[in-house]
């Protein structure tokens, strides 16, 4: 089995900072790429960050750029998002996504989500 187990939500006021994390545990050979993903109530889930773990690279979505950075810890299998100057819009169900090397096969696991509420 594997799990993803999200950490840091909560609410903050426009223009505060908030620092989520996500730790993978269980049957591991590998992680590939891991993502975070946000979904609002009524809108669809959108891919906010990705980090490789060939080279690190990054991808962000355009309305976090520059606001959100995403960085993993391999000894840990964490990855963390730091989101600053959050907006209301930023309100969200945020989740973590990672493509894991098993038993020869690559598989897709989701975390549970950790609620992110930007309010005054």
């Known amino acids: 089995q594997v799990h993803l187990v999200e950490s840091g939500g909560g609410l903050v006021q426009p223009g505060g900072s908030l620092s989520l994390s996500c730790v993978v545990s269980?049957?591991?050979?590998?992680?590939?790429?891991i993502a975070w993903y946000r979904q609002a109530p009524g809108k669809q889930r959108q891919l906010v960050a990705v980090i490789s773990n060939n080279d690190g690279s990054t991808s962000y979505a355009d309305s976090v750029k520059g606001r959100f950075a995403i960085s993993r810890d391999n000894a840990k299998n964490t990855v963390n998002l730091q989101m600053n100057s959050l907006q209301p819009d930023d309100t969200a169900v945020y989740s973590c996504?990672?493509?894991?090397?098993?038993?020869?096969?690559?598989?897709?696991?989701w975390g549970q989500g950790t609620q992110v509420t930007v309010s005054s």
């Open positions: 269980g049957d591991i050979f590998s992680i590939n790429d």
């Open positions: 996504k990672a493509d894991v090397r098993r038993n020869g096969f690559n598989y897709l696991y």
